[in-house]
């Protein structure tokens, strides 16, 4: 994993102040928790649909390997080729290896948060293979060499202007940003890759153990074309992507949607059982499942931590977090940026790498309360900040700071006397002293002469 | 201490306490939290009831002190802790059962819900109902009420960029509801908001909910 999570501190302190950043994605972010809250406020059931999306989420995770095995059974009795990955390394190279056997030099690919995490695309470049993203967002992503700033959204850190802008000069377009008239362009480039590309790469939603089953959501229909016109599709996936069974595929399918989109189904949902075969004429003569650990298994162990893997990638926790609308997905340094980025990419990824990533919340609780199976996100940022402390990652100076004000708290006498010092302080030298870390930007209260305390053990004293 | 005594209570006040350890349990400086919240059971265990004019605090106390690790005897006590304290609007309203104060005012006054008290405690209608029984109020709900303002404990330094920046988008909430009084139950919500205002020249007062109600009474 390539990861920049300690620069987060210096990214999002520029990230802040960029106004142009924070409307843009205080707008895209806005859109998508109204048409939110509209769907999700026409299901009086929905509080029981997220804990039952938690409960199965749950009998999962405690239980990966069984699930694993019969999705793969499942999947390999419907003729699918299964391989299962340990490393991120190891999924690349199977991916790369299937596509140099059918001697294919590009791939058509949807969106997909796996292939991120491994950064395919970049390696499948290196090796001479043309990797054409056809996602509308991972598009623009791909045309202006950036990274997604959003798990559902890539592209979300962008306005239309600035789309504009690119096509123009990458395309050579004149400029519009007539949304309309920029998705025609990219329709008829995208249309000749669809039918000449000889390989498909999609990401997975939803893998059913049972039936083995593997469902893809989204709107644009891209990811069907390229999981059955190419003669290969490659689906790649980790392996907590996987639910019990086929039925409970309704009940995932709506938290889904709802929560990322707020539509009751997305406008397509390809639910695919195996590559072509003499009662099934349609789709890929071969299909190719990539399974990835990337340290889940370890993951899945962790009484805590596990609960991170119960995530389904709505993204309504970026929406709605306040620090997400404030800077944005790239300051995380990790593929994985908001809430659900700051519990899982410490303890996937790399805690001293990611450590400043807990503490970067207010704590609001905004996130646990929209997450559609229920995970604790803002508790967990508290467990991971005293696993950050215990491993010893802070600094000195920090934990002696900590030390003193323990030694002041176990002491009413000392409060009373950092209060009448710092009253003093603000007597003699005036109401501007400058407070690091508060003062540059916000004005510090006055200090009351008397404490509470103080007006207290006097009022007693006159009653006595 | 008025207003709970005209409402019939005989509040008392320890002059030991200090702090619940929230600052130290945030940081995730768990050993440190543990010592002085050990230090306020000590000191509150043989209280009656324990009520905070801090939502923050009242969290602290009935959400996590269950999840510490207290030593010894401290352990038992905590759970009979949790259950007697409370957050002094929640107190008023549901544990007296008033909701009228019988107060007056005039003018538009805008509610702040912190986001311990509205996510953790779920209090998000009492404090509103004591606001509302006042004659002549206009209370005004913000467009972005359930927004956090961006305080956070040691999150407003550590992150003084984000902190001021979530703080905006709430101020502007506030100027776009035209109050000048914003009420809440968490002074330090409230301190951070009236920093910023005061920094950017924005007319703009912050009460604490009791302050404010204990104004009217005099
Ligand atoms: S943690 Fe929950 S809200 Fe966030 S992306 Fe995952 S499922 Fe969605």
Redesign the pocket.
């Known amino acids: 994993m390539n990861l920049r999570a300690s620069q987060f501190k210096a990214n999002a302190r520029i990230a802040a102040q960029d106004t142009g950043l924070r409307s843009k994605v205080k707008k895209a972010t806005g859109t998508a928790l109204t048409k939110r809250k509209q769907t999700v406020d026409e299901l009086p059931e929905w509080e029981s649909l997220r804990q039952q999306g938690h409960d199965i989420r749950k009998e999962v995770v405690d239980n990966i390997d069984r699930y694993l095995r019969s999705f793969t059974d499942a999947a390999r009795l419907n003729g699918a080729i299964v391989h299962h990955a340990n490393e991120h390394n190891d999924a690349t190279k199977i991916i790369y290896d299937i596509i140099r056997r059918v001697s294919a030099n590009s791939v058509v690919k949807s969106k997909s948060m796996i292939t991120e995490e491994l950064h395919l695309n970049r390696m499948l470049e290196e090796n001479g293979i043309r990797v054409i993203e056809t996602d509308l967002g991972e598009y623009i992503i791909q045309l202006a060499g950036e990274t997604p700033s959003h ?1 559902t959204a890539p592209a979300l850190h962008k306005s239309k202007e600035d789309i504009a802008r690119l096509f123009q000069e990458k395309l050579n377009i004149s400029y519009t940003d007539d949304p309309a008239v920029l998705t025609a362009v990219v329709r008829k480039r995208l249309r000749d890759e669809f039918l000449n590309t000889r390989v498909g790469i999609s990401g997975v939603n939803f893998a059913c153990a049972d039936t083995g089953t593997i469902t893809i959501i989204e709107n644009e229909a891209n990811a069907r074309l390229c999981t059955v016109l190419p003669e290969v599709h490659i689906a790649v996936m980790s392996i907590e992507k996987i639910i019990p069974s086929f039925d409970d595929l309704s009940l995932f399918l709506k938290l889904l949607s709802c ?1 990322a989109s707020g539509q009751r189904m997305t406008s397509y949902v390809s639910m695919i059982n195996g590559p072509r075969s003499s009662h099934n004429p349609d789709g890929p003569r071969q299909l190719h499942v990539v399974i990835l650990d990337g340290g889940r298994r370890q993951l899945a162990k962790h009484p805590a931590w596990k609960e991170a893997l ?9 929406n709605v977090c306040p620090v997400y609308q404030s800077v944005g997905g790239h300051v995380y340094g990790s593929v994985y940026p ?3 980025g700051s519990v899982l990419t410490p303890t996937l990824f790399d805690m001293k790498e990611a450590q400043d990533l807990p503490f970067a919340s207010s704590l609001c609780g905004a ?1 646990t309360d ?4 229920k ?1 604790d ?1 803002h508790h967990h940022l508290l467990w991971e900040r005293r696993e950050v402390v215990d491993r010893g990652y802070k600094s000195f100076t920090e934990k002696i700071a900590m030390a003193v004000w323990r030694w002041m708290m176990l002491s009413a006498g000392r409060v009373e006397f950092a209060g009448r010092l710092g009253w003093l302080i603000q007597k003699v030298f005036g109401k501007n002293i400058p407070a690091p870390g508060w003062t540059p930007r916000r004005r510090f209260p006055a200090l009351a002469r008397r404490s509470f305390r103080s007006i207290m053990k006097r009022e007693k004293n006159n009653d006595g | 201490m008025t207003l709970l005594r005209i409402l019939g209570c005989d509040p008392q006040y320890d002059p030991r306490q200090t702090c619940c350890g929230q600052p130290a349990f945030n940081a995730g400086y768990h050993t440190d939290a543990r010592l002085v919240a050990e230090h306020f059971v000590e000191v509150f265990k043989d209280a009656e009831e324990i009520v905070s004019l801090s939502g923050s605090c009242a969290t602290m106390v009935k959400v996590f002190y269950p999840q510490m690790e207290l030593t010894g005897a401290l352990s038992e006590t905590v759970g009979g802790i949790t259950s007697k304290t409370f957050e002094i609007t929640d107190y008023i309203v549901n544990q007296l059962g008033v909701t009228d104060l019988g107060l007056t005012y005039t003018g538009r006054v805008a509610y702040h819900d912190s986001c311990h008290i509205m996510r953790e405690l779920r209090i998000v209608d009492e404090p509103r109902k004591l606001l509302r029984s006042v004659k002549g109020i206009e209370l005004i709900e913000l467009d972005l009420a359930d927004r956090c303002c961006g305080f956070g404990g040691l999150f407003a330094t550590k992150f003084p960029d984000i902190s001021v920046a979530m703080g905006e988008e709430k101020l502007e909430s506030i100027q776009r509801a035209k109050v000048d009084l914003v009420v809440g139950c968490d002074n330090s919500c409230l301190m951070h908001l009236q920093g910023l205002a005061d920094k950017r020249g924005v007319n703009l007062k912050t009460k604490h909910i009791i302050e404010f109600l204990g104004d009217l009474i005099k």
């Open positions: 798990i929560s119960y995530c389904i990638r709505c993204g309504a926790c970026l908001g809430p659900i996130c929209i997450c559609p199976v995970i996100l």
